[in-house]
Structures are given as structure tokens and as C-alpha cells.
């Protein structure tokens, strides 16, 4: 009994996933516009690091850094900044930077999506005037960003990655189609699926990092690990720490009781 007991918990815990040896990962949820709280957790995830002691360390952002919160532009050059002077940061496209991209591009269809998604507050963390933005017409709204976003930052977000897979692990932004292996997935799924793959019961190719679908708190299921925590409403944002089989987060305060009975 003692016997098959030990064999149990071994093969429990060799089936649990993890990622290589001397590998730390760090996958952060969605951060839509919110600059304060992605400094508070890269802070957090500094210090969780250096308390863990030595280990390759990677940062992963999973998409939607961008709109309905009111500091996109500045989330954007923290990141590129972060990825230039540090060099351990890798950062996913997820459907709102698809449709920001399309509306810089002038694509109507895009643009028109952009500003019914929390774009206007894109464009407004980019220097535009309400009243300003409140007059122009499509037309008028492109050339105006054409001029407002920088190069650079146009540059550094259409880098951005569809799937990062480390170890027993793969990252992407809102999920996967099931029924389909990892290296045929269509970037359509990758950045906008969700009940298909929500929905899902059982154990995939890889255990699937996301965000895209917003939960009260970070999700664990078969399949998955949702890790879009709503930092725009709920004030928190998350971040996945892993480790060889070790799983925690990290995630920002969000407003204390008194913020939130106002």
C-alpha cells in the first residue's frame, strides 16, 4: 500500500507542468492603458526575482496593452524601453494592438472597432485634445495619428509575437482552438477565440498562459491559466510566476475598500 501510495504521488507530480531547469517565467495579463499599475507589478516581479535568487529570467506580456485605459502611450514606452535596456522581455499581439495597427494603417473597418473599443483613450494618451477628437471625422482621425504615435512605437508593437511556447507551457493571448495541434492554429484564435477554448475540459498539447477574458482573479483549469484580471476596473494587475512545477502570482493591491464605496 505504502508502495503504490509513493508510485501515486510520483506520477502526480511528474505529469504536473513546468518549464526547463534554471528557467524563471513571468506572464503578465492584459494592462489596457493602466501605467501605474504595470510599474507597481514590474516592481513586485523585481523584487519576487531577486528574493528567488539567480535564474534565467524571462518577462512575457500577453497582449491588450493598449486602450480603455487612459495611459496606453506611456504603457507602451515603458515596454519598449524595458525590452531594450533589460533584453528578457517578449510581448504577444493581442486583438486590441491587431486593431490599433489596422487603424494606423487606415484600415476602416479596424478604425472604426478602435474607436467603439476604448481607442479614444489611445488617442488621447497620445496628446489629442478631447474637444479635438470629438470633431474629427475617420479621415481626419488617421492622419492625426499618423502624426501622434511614433515610429517607434508603431515598430516595437508590430514585432509583437502570436505564441511563445517554453517548456510545458504556451503562451498566447486569448487562447486555442482545441481541436487543432499548437502549430496550426490560426492567428485569428490565437488573438480573439473564446468559448471554444474556454469551454474546454480536458488537457491540451501544452498547458495554455493567457488573458483576453477578463476573471475576478487569476484562473486555473485543466487546460489553462487565465491571468486578465480587469487591471482597468478592478485596479489588479496580474502577473504568473513560474518555475520548474512551481506556480504563483503576483498581482497589484487594486483600490483599497474606501476607493471602492465611492
Same mark, same amino acid.
Given at each position: ?9 510520483? @506520477?502526480?507530480?511528474?505529469? @504536473?507542468?513546468?518549464?526547463? =531547469? ?12 493602466? !501605467? &501605474? ?9 523585481? @523584487?519576487?526575482? !531577486? ?25 507602451? =514606452? ?5 525590452? *531594450? /535596456? ?18 494606423? &494603417? ?27 477628437? =470629438? ?7 488617421? %492622419? ?8 517607434? %512605437? ?7 509575437? &502570436? ?6 507551457? !504556451?503562451?498566447?493571448? *486569448?487562447?486555442?482552438?482545441?481541436? !487543432? ?5 490560426? /492567428? *485569428? ?9 474556454? $469551454?474546454?475540459?480536458?488537457?491540451? =498539447? ?10 475576478? $482573479?487569476?484562473?486555473?483549469?485543466? %487546460?489553462?491559466?487565465?491571468? &486578465? ?19 504563483? %502570482? ?13
Amino acid at each position: 500500500m505504502i508502495s503504490k501510495l509513493f508510485k501515486s504521488r510520483t @506520477a502526480a507530480k511528474a505529469s @504536473a507542468p513546468s518549464v526547463p =531547469e534554471g528557467q524563471r517565467v513571468y506572464a503578465v495579463g492584459d494592462i489596457h492603458g493602466c !501605467a &501605474d499599475l504595470l510599474d507597481e507589478l514590474i516592481a513586485l516581479i523585481d @523584487a519576487d526575482d !531577486a528574493e528567488r535568487g539567480p535564474a534565467d529570467t524571462l518577462l512575457i506580456f500577453l497582449g491588450d496593452l493598449v486602450d480603455r485605459g487612459p495611459a496606453s502611450a506611456a504603457v507602451i =514606452e515603458r515596454l519598449r524601453t524595458l525590452s *531594450a /535596456t533589460r533584453g528578457n522581455v517578449r510581448c504577444l499581439l493581442g486583438n486590441h494592438e491587431e486593431i490599433f495597427l489596422g487603424a494606423l &494603417d487606415g484600415e476602416p473597418k479596424a478604425l472604426r472597432l478602435f474607436c467603439r473599443i476604448g481607442g479614444r483613450e489611445t488617442v488621447l494618451s497620445y496628446g489629442m485634445e478631447s474637444t479635438e477628437y =470629438e470633431r474629427l471625422d475617420y479621415e481626419e482621425l488617421v %492622419h492625426r495619428l499618423t502624426d501622434l504615435v511614433p515610429g517607434e %512605437h508603431r515598430a516595437f508593437v508590430g514585432n509583437f509575437e &502570436d505564441m511563445i511556447v517554453i517548456g510545458d507551457y !504556451a503562451f498566447v493571448h *486569448a487562447g486555442v482552438r482545441p481541436d !487543432a495541434p499548437l502549430d496550426r492554429q490560426r /492567428t *485569428a484564435d490565437l488573438r480573439w477565440i473564446r468559448d471554444p477554448f474556454l $469551454d474546454h475540459r480536458t488537457r491540451l =498539447e501544452k498547458t495554455i498562459v493567457h488573458g483576453h477574458t477578463m476573471t475576478d $482573479d487569476i484562473e486555473h483549469r485543466t %487546460h489553462r491559466i487565465g491571468v &486578465d484580471t480587469g487591471a482597468y476596473k478592478s485596479g489588479k494587475l496580474t502577473a504568473l510566476g513560474l518555475e520548474g512545477s512551481d506556480v504563483w %502570482h503576483l498581482q497589484t493591491a487594486g483600490p483599497s475598500l474606501e476607493d471602492a464605496s465611492t
